[in-house]
């Protein structure tokens, strides 16, 4: 029973494994689950027995682990550069993400499994170095916003002045704004930020 239990294990990890990679070189669309399944070497209806559909495969092979960096061990003044840092790289090279991101564009239950994972991930990432770690999602969303955003543009509308960026640019440009969702004071409602410095 033990071996029976670990071979469907090593199948589900082995179909997981294919899957992540036809999705990220080729997109949902694209990507079928009989190719998956001749590259794993499994008949299609093996694919369907552990995943129920192509949709539940793909959110599977979605289910991404950020990996961000402990950011109580960063200096105050280093976390907007260290998680820009951390996530231009990571849009450069898991084309799993970029799969996700391309596709929460239009499908809701993609758009909700990228907010789920931004949502969970990063409010928990940021809430030590926030001011009130009770505003940790709000900050995290704004964050989320400026992170999803420079890879919306640079690698989905690939537009040519971020895509021409390398990645010192853009860490130079966007550090300072998570800088300042993450650790600044909060904001005053009432304040109106059109008056702000003017005389």
């Known amino acids: 029973m033990a071996d029976t239990r670990r071979s469907g294990a090593e199948t589900r990890e082995r179909i997981l494994a294919v899957a992540r990679e036809h999705f990220a070189r080729q997109g949902f669309d694209r990507t079928t689950i009989r190719a998956i399944a001749s590259e794993a070497q499994i008949d ?15 959110t599977a092979a979605a289910a991404i682990d950020l990996a961000l960096p402990d950011l109580t061990e ?30 929460a564009a239009s499908d809701p239950a993609a758009a909700e499994q990228m907010r789920s994972i931004f949502a969970a991930q990063v409010a928990r990432a940021v809430a030590p170095v926030s001011p009130d770690p009770s505003q940790a999602p709000r900050r995290a969303a704004l964050a989320a916003s ?9 690698y989905v509308l690939v537009l040519p002045p971020i895509v021409d960026m390398d990645i010192d640019e853009i860490v130079a440009w966007v550090a300072p704004t998570i800088d300042r969702y993450l650790t600044a004071e909060s904001a005053q409602p009432d304040q109106d930020p059109g008056r702000v410095g003017s005389s």
């Open 44 to 58: 299609p209806s093996m694919v369907m027995r552990y995943f129920g559909s192509k949709e539940e495969l793909f």
């Open 74 to 103: 960063i200096p105050r003044d280093e976390v907007g550069r260290t998680l820009v840092t951390h996530f231009v790289r990571m849009w450069d090279s898991d084309g799993t993400l970029m799969a996700l991101l391309r596709r």
């Open 146 to 154: 400026q992170l999803l955003g420079i890879a919306l543009g640079r």
